[in-house]
């Protein structure tokens, strides 16, 4: 156990946890997109910024990345970080001003409007990556990355035309947390749209009652996986014994 | 399978034999294989992605995150005009847009038969010698829209 102060708290935390968490385990409130405890995290939006003073220095540190440390004074809300994270959150809003979740942080942050110009005002992706961690994470499946750098980054599937190694399981359409995936069953099909590419996918349909009611190749791929029967899946979680 | 196909699979096997099956290494893989054919075709970083056994998606990932990396083929010559504020301010534009004119291409582009692939960088540390323009990796210096058909018969 390691002893730190979090905005004048005394708190004890585990060595191996990340600021962010203890902070959250005492009901400290630090804003995240990126953040998801299904991935590892990643520190792609920056909101998680707090200050942190060692040795009597200052520096500002990812809190979602950063480890607990004995003696270490952590501040979550100071005015150099309001400032920061102000200008991160414009910028987002500006780069998603259409996006649910960047809408309600800038709301719950006290900014109202962007200084700075909207590009797409549809784009509302945030770069924030929980479908490529879930994908390669918890799917196993890297279908999806992050391509081009710079102001070019964008998810996509393989040369924008690959999507031999997606399974259609949705992940990253769950785990969006500004719906920029979209998924959708329509009859026999299962419909995924990325901000830049629309995937199709056949849908298993269940001879007992008819619903179409998995992705073929999710069935496929877990059958090899778990190493079981294709039998299992004959029929729909509905009209097994 | 074409022979173009398998000439890039044996090319990008032997790259692969030199390396141990470690993701790190897939940077320098890479450079490997651009070397090797001038640019990174598709069957390529296929083969890699098998060979790595690394995700296709990662692979493209990487190719795509760096600009040393080209995913279209490139000239036998590779012309880089400095955009550097010393350059600029010695009139880059006006060789870089003659260079254009000589070549029929603009910025980022190959020409048709190959020969010369056009690119702009943003400063070479050379700006004591600017206008710069790079070809080949040879610096060619005080470069002026003038000396640019010089310059591009010099390396036929």
Redesign the interface.
């Known amino acids: 156990m390691v002893t730190l102060t979090i905005d004048g708290q005394r708190i004890q935390a585990e060595e191996g946890t990340t600021l962010l968490e203890a902070a959250r385990d005492h009901n400290i409130y630090i804003p995240t997109l990126c953040v998801n405890e299904a991935v590892s995290p990643y520190g792609a939006c920056r909101l998680c910024l707090v200050e942190v003073t060692k040795k009597e220095r200052q520096r500002l540190v990812a809190s979602c990345l950063y480890f607990v440390e004995e003696g270490l004074i952590v501040r979550t809300d100071s005015e150099r970080i309001a400032l920061i994270r102000g200008m991160i959150i414009e910028l987002l809003l500006a780069r998603c001003p259409k996006a649910g979740e960047v809408q309600e942080l800038a709301k719950r942050l006290g900014v109202r409007e962007s200084r700075f110009r909207v590009e797409d005002e549809n784009n509302l992706c945030v770069l924030c990556a929980l479908c490529?961690r879930v994908c390669?994470e918890v799917v196993g499946?890297?279908?999806?990355?992050?391509?081009?750098?710079g102001t070019d980054r964008e998810v996509?599937?393989?040369?924008y035309d690959?999507s031999?190694?997606c399974i259609a399981c949705g992940s990253c359409a769950y785990i969006c947390p500004t719906e920029a995936i979209k998924l959708e069953d329509v009859g026999d099909t299962r419909i995924i749209t990325m901000p830049n590419c629309r995937l199709e996918f056949k849908l298993k349909q269940c001879p007992k009652c008819g619903t179409y009611w998995a992705p073929e190749k999710q069935l496929e791929y877990m059958i090899k996986k778990a190493n079981i029967s294709p039998k299992v899946f004959d029929l729909c979680p509905d009209c097994r014994e | 399978m074409t022979t173009e196909v398998r000439e890039i699979e044996d090319s990008v096997g032997a790259v692969l034999a030199r390396y141990q099956r470690d993701e790190g290494f897939l940077v320098s893989i890479l450079q490997d294989v651009q070397t090797k054919l001038n640019y990174l075709p598709r069957e390529a970083l296929l083969k890699v992605s098998q060979g790595m056994e690394v995700p296709l998606s990662r692979v493209y990932s990487v190719a795509t995150f760096f600009k040393a990396f080209s995913l279209k083929p490139r000239g036998r010559h590779l012309l880089h005009v400095c955009m550097g504020t010393a350059c600029h301010v010695r009139g880059a534009v006006r060789v870089l847009d003659r260079i254009e004119q000589e070549l029929g291409i603009g910025s980022g582009e190959t020409t048709r038969d190959l020969e010369y692939t056009l690119e702009t960088v943003n400063c070479v540390g050379a700006c004591a010698l600017g206008p710069v323009v790079v070809v080949d990796g040879e610096y060619a210096g005080q470069m002026t829209s003038d000396k640019v058909k010089h310059l591009l018969e010099s390396f036929d």
């Open positions: 490529t390669q499946q890297s279908a999806i990355s992050l391509v081009n750098p996509a599937i393989p040369f690959n031999d190694a």
